[in-house]
């Protein structure tokens, strides 16, 4: 029984070759005629507008830092639930639960302070407004 | 679980109560901030106040815990919570301690320094917040814990050193502070991957255990593992080689933020060092004796020596206090090293209650210079030696508790200092360590030179004539007075404090 | 066939390594952020391989745990390249040197 690595190996090479082969014979039969509209930045048939480097607005930060916060907090409550049956079983609904009712308030705290900041309230900024009259 | 608790029987989480109150005082803070959030409408005396008592209130509940005899073995003995991942003793609660007297006195000198400043809420809820992780450092007992809690304690420092947002200086110290803390917790991350690796366990007791088996365990893995965590406490205590952060982060943030960085902060992570060292990689190390498997103790001596030295050495050509006071404070750090680094001493306890005792004196002596230079920064005179010539002509009173803090810094038998020095350079002789001694002895004569430029400046010089200070900040006055007394007074009491912390070390060498 | 657990140790060395250089040569900051991702990461590696090999859940609790911190961090980073933006015009973190490096 050889290795059955050698199998992934060739496999590899091949997916490999196959691509560069065509790239090169493409490029070896192909008419070379440059023009504009094959040189454009190609976004989805529209016409393309300016740069990818543009300025967002900056409460787009502040959306996705909550979302990161609630993504996150899903990470940790995922495993508490899959063993929620068998922890209740063993320790008893008060030390299964409260933790996590603690975890959680702490979290609604910092939402409910981030809420009254205004985090969460899309205000119009000046600068966006100038930008939309120029164009 | 029940401990019994000065004569009451009670659960056993009642042990962490100090660390408990700061928690909730970060949430009040955060509640009452919500109540009225637009800037300025949120009574600072409210916020402030409320975060002093709170730093407070754990101070003198650990402190109460501590003469009650909580987790030491006069009283109930080291308390375990979740399943070992916390542990409440002597140790833990001596730096609680300091922890939470250094915040109190940060909070109470920010009352004055933050007059008129925007976010407020948010700056006192950022410290509480810092306050509560460092005090989780000291109860920590598992890696997992250790990280959890020393992140809490950094994240906020980043954004408290970056609080003056219009100021560039400010700005640049967290920048520079937040990437090498993002760096060398990454490091910390992967030695403890690496220590998982090795011993199949993260609670520290448990690593202790699967390391004492010897043979299987791969000492290669296990050998970087350790250094690399010793490298991210480094980053925590501002020890060489992840030192450089240090002077940027405390001359560019706000005062009494840098004082609450260079003593509470480096306080937690000696702590944490303390504890993973002597709890997990004892046989390791060969403290119990036979050949050591992974020599950390040299590590340690080379790492102490070098902080020691190159913390003094650029202290004293530095141009500006700030700056001077932070060099001064990773030589500092150098000297509370010897309590790892002299371990090979006879009596243990011994070393590593000196240099417990040297991170007490330094919380207030410390905190009280940086508050100093806040309070200088609030009359907004500059910042070089030669801008404090004759201050003592406009502010006598401020410029006494100068000189004891700098004197007392420096060793002179004018504050705790001196003697915590003292019974330093008695462990390194225990130790035999003539090294470790001699480095002590030379950097502390060099640090005299550089801290008595200060006190020259003050006392000596004739003051330029623009010079005038115009406002006597009450609670920031306060805050320097208090820090000063208490340094003055740890001379004659300092063997009062000195038994609890040999105690509280002798119970880890077990 | 599983894989040796030296492998996963090589990956995850490869991986920290990658991100270490990506610190040493990279002067954006938003760059070496992600490098210091790329070092969390490797940490992940090792810590989801070993608790396999150790047959204990450990690793993958502390894992978790791991991702959330550095989520927090990232979060509290861009905050303060957004401030060094404001005031250096530039996320260059060797422009920012009014003090001394």
């Given amino acids: 029984m050889s290795n059955p690595w050698i199998a992934i190996g060739a496999l590899a090479l091949v997916a490999l070759a196959i691509p560069l082969s065509m790239m090169a014979v493409s490029s070896l039969l192909r008419p070379s005629v440059p023009e504009q509209g094959k040189r454009a930045v190609y976004e989805s048939g529209e016409v393309p507008t300016g740069d990818t480097r543009i300025k967002f607005n900056i409460q787009y930060y502040m959306v996705a830092l909550l979302f990161v916060v609630f993504d996150i907090e899903t990470v940790l409550i995922f495993p508490w639930t899959v063993i929620y049956q068998d922890a209740v079983a063993n320790v008893g609904l008060a030390e299964a639960l409260v933790p996590m009712l603690a975890f959680i308030g702490i979290l609604v705290i910092g939402l409910g302070w981030a809420w009254r900041n205004g985090a969460v309230k899309w205000v119009r900024s000046p600068r966006a407004q100038a930008q939309r009259v120029e164009q | ?510 | 066939m599983a894989i040796q657990t030296q492998y996963f140790l090589l990956l995850s060395a490869a991986v920290f390594c990658i991100g270490v250089y990506g610190i040493l040569t990279r002067r954006n900051a938003l760059v070496f952020l992600m490098s210091v991702e790329l070092m969390l990461n490797a940490a992940n590696i090792n810590l989801v391989a070993f608790s396999f090999h150790h047959g204990n859940l450990t690793g993958q609790v502390f894992s978790l745990f791991t991702m959330a911190l550095a989520a927090a961090e990232v979060a509290i980073g861009i905050g303060i390249v957004l401030v060094l933006y404001r005031n250096f015009e530039d996320i260059d973190v060797t422009k920012a040197a009014t003090m001394r490096w």
């Avoid at chain 2, 810092?130 to 809490?152: C, H, K, P, R």
């Avoid at chain 2, 925590?236 to 509470?264: D, N």
């Avoid at chain 2, 500059?382 to 004197?407: I, Y």
């Fill in chain 2, 1 to 510: 679980m029940v401990v019994d608790i000065a004569g009451f029987q009670v659960a056993d989480w009642v042990a962490l109560v100090p660390s408990l109150i700061l928690g909730v005082t970060a949430m009040l803070l955060f509640i009452v901030d919500s109540i009225e959030p637009r800037p300025g409408t949120s009574s600072n005396t409210v916020l402030a106040g409320l975060s002093t008592l709170g730093a407070l209130g754990a101070f003198l509940v650990a402190g109460y815990f501590l003469v009650l005899g909580v987790g030491q073995p006069r009283g109930t003995g080291a308390v375990d919570l979740f399943n070992g991942q916390l542990v409440v003793d002597g140790m833990s609660l001596f730096f609680v301690v300091i922890v939470g007297s250094v915040t109190a006195l940060v909070t109470l000198a920010s009352y004055d320094y933050l007059e008129g400043q925007e976010y407020q809420a948010e700056y006192y809820g950022l410290v509480i917040m810092a306050a509560t992780g460092m005090s989780l450092m000291a109860s920590a007992n598992s890696l997992a814990t250790i990280f959890v809690s020393l992140e809490l304690s950094s994240l906020p420092s980043y954004a408290l050193v970056a609080f003056l947002k219009k100021n560039r200086g400010s700005v640049e110290g967290g920048l520079k502070y937040l990437l090498v803390g993002a760096l060398s917790s990454s490091v910390l991350v992967y030695g403890i991957s690496l220590v998982y690796a090795a011993s199949g366990s993260l609670q520290l007791n448990a690593v202790a255990d699967a390391l004492a088996g010897g043979s299987s365990v791969p000492v290669g893995i296990l050998g970087v593992g350790i250094i690399m965590v010793l490298l991210g406490f480094a980053f925590k205590t501002a020890s060489v080689p992840f030192h450089f952060w240090a002077p940027e982060a405390y001359e560019g943030a706000p005062a009494p933020v840098s004082a609450f960085l260079s003593s509470a902060s480096k306080a937690a992570g000696f702590v944490v060092a303390f504890r993973v060292f002597l709890t997990a990689f004892p046989e390791v190390g060969g403290l119990a004796g036979g050949d050591p498997m992974v020599d950390w103790v040299t590590a340690v001596t080379v790492l102490a020596v070098v902080t020691m030295t190159v913390g003094n050495f650029a202290a004293a050509t530095q141009e500006k206090v700030k700056r001077m006071l932070a060099y001064s404070s990773v030589g500092h750090a150098g000297y509370a090293l010897i309590g790892l680094a002299a371990l090979n001493a006879p009596d243990q306890g011994f070393v590593l209650g000196a240099s417990m005792m040297h991170l007490l004196v330094y919380g207030f002596m410390n905190t009280g210079a940086f508050l100093f230079i806040a309070l200088t920064e609030h009359w907004g005179i500059g910042r070089t030696f030669q801008d404090f010539n004759g201050l003592s002509t406009q502010a006598p009173l401020a410029c006494a508790a100068m000189t004891v803090f700098l004197f007392s810094l420096a060793g002179l038998p004018i504050g705790g200092g001196f003697i915590s020095k003292l019974y330093l350079l008695a462990a390194t002789a225990q130790a035999g360590s003539w090294l470790l001694g001699a480095a002590l002895i030379v950097n502390s004569a060099l640090s005299l030179f550089y801290y008595s430029r200060v006190v020259k400046a003050m006392w000596i010089e004739d003051p330029s004539a623009d010079l005038e200070v115009d406002s006597y900040p009450s609670s920031l006055y306060a805050a320097v007075v208090i820090a000063a007394f208490v340094t003055f007074a740890l001379l004659p009491a300092f063997g009062l404090l000195s038994p609890s912390a040999f105690d509280a070390a002798s119970v880890l060498f077990g």
